[in-house]
DNA sequence: TAGGTGATGTCAGTGTCTGACATCGCTTAA
DNA sequence: TTAAGCGATGTCAGACACTGACATCACCTA
């Protein structure tokens, strides 16, 4: 028998999204997370830098998605449309969990210091598209105003992609935004 | 005689801006912003929610000016041309206090936690210019896709204002950085 | 089989932030 | 003129987030 119950960084997560969503982000401690988990709260801290972080560990990932997408995207692709295809990428894994954006947006959204970190994870995403555009070629002027605008475009897509009925489409949400980007900039 | 020193508020974002920049942000403490300020630790937060507003409370008068510029354009004027009006008027309140805002932004770039802050900041700026927008008449897409860009490229415009020499004009930055969008989006 | 490793536990802090109540110059109304 | 109330501040106690130092002990490896 193994010493300690396998996956306790996912435990936490878990215990953390069902007490966030039951009573509310500031009134879970971690405590309750960490005994709910099988774990004290020292260990809480040891897998998560702090308690919003519990809730974020997930979108890493998204960042090898993107600037994946863009470093595949063929040469003689401009670099809104490099950012346009990187971002149809991310769409596709995020549209595969819905109810689980949606329930973890929920606790997000009821809650300004968890939208402070959102938005950190979003800028750290543009910051990791501007890279990848600026080793494809493209200049550190265009490399920002697109990585910037195509997040910018991806807050805009995901609030009404969230906003919409389950049968909404995140990707075709993301082209709305596109399009009327490309009108506005005529 | 006044029975206290007056402008508690000023005086204490004053001593947290000195010691912020002395010291840092992580090792100063609340009780010493205070006691800098000749007041007490539960009076600093009466003035401020929390240890990092301290360093924001001035940029709640830029929602007015960028709202305003908006409401002050022409009816006829296309979304994104009312955004970059605002921020034009919103950089030559900032051009005004470029040390200040060089200073200021030295110590909210060391540190993490006021990056977050600084986005909340910027994303309530992008509300309430989509706002403005919808009251002129914009749909809720034109308007959040136009504010949420506006945004972002004020973003770039003012990274690179604040990286670049003494001479530079924020304006300018800001008008470079619609002139790159404009041909990415063609 | 001895010793090292690594995830976890225990403990004692420091600092942020909050609620409840006290103080006392100043203002307002009788 | 005076009593009552107001409002900015102080005092105090406490909850909770987060950290450093050290202990534990199943497991692996030489």
Redesign the interface.
């Known amino acids: 028998m193994a010493r300690w119950e396998p996956n306790a960084r996912g435990r936490l997560e878990d215990a953390a999204l069902d007490l966030f969503t039951e009573r509310g982000y500031d009134k879970t401690t971690i405590a309750e997370i960490a005994q709910r988990a099988g774990l004290t709260e020292r260990t809480f801290f040891r897998h998560f830098a702090d308690k919003r972080e519990v809730l974020f560990g997930a979108s890493n990932p998204l960042l090898g998605v993107l600037t994946d997408a863009v470093a595949a995207a063929p040469t003689d692709t ?3 449309d490099a950012v346009a295809a990187a971002l149809d990428s991310a769409a596709a894994v995020l549209q595969e969990r819905r109810s689980y954006a949606r329930r973890r947006q929920a606790v997000i959204t009821a809650n ?1 210091e968890l ?3 959102e ?2 994870k979003l ?1 750290v995403l543009a910051e990791g598209l501007a890279t990848a555009l600026r080793s494809r070629g493209a200049s550190a ?2 490399a ?3 990585a ?2 195509g ?3 991806f ?2 897509a995901y ?2 992609w969230l906003a919409a009925d389950d049968t909404a489409d995140l990707a075709e949400c993301l082209h ?2 596109f399009a ?3 009108t ?3």
């Open positions: 401009p670099p809104l300004e939208l402070e970190r938005l950190v800028a002027a265009e920002a105003v697109a910037e605008t997040i910018a475009l807050r805009a609030a009404s709305s935004a009327t980007l490309r506005l900039a005529r």
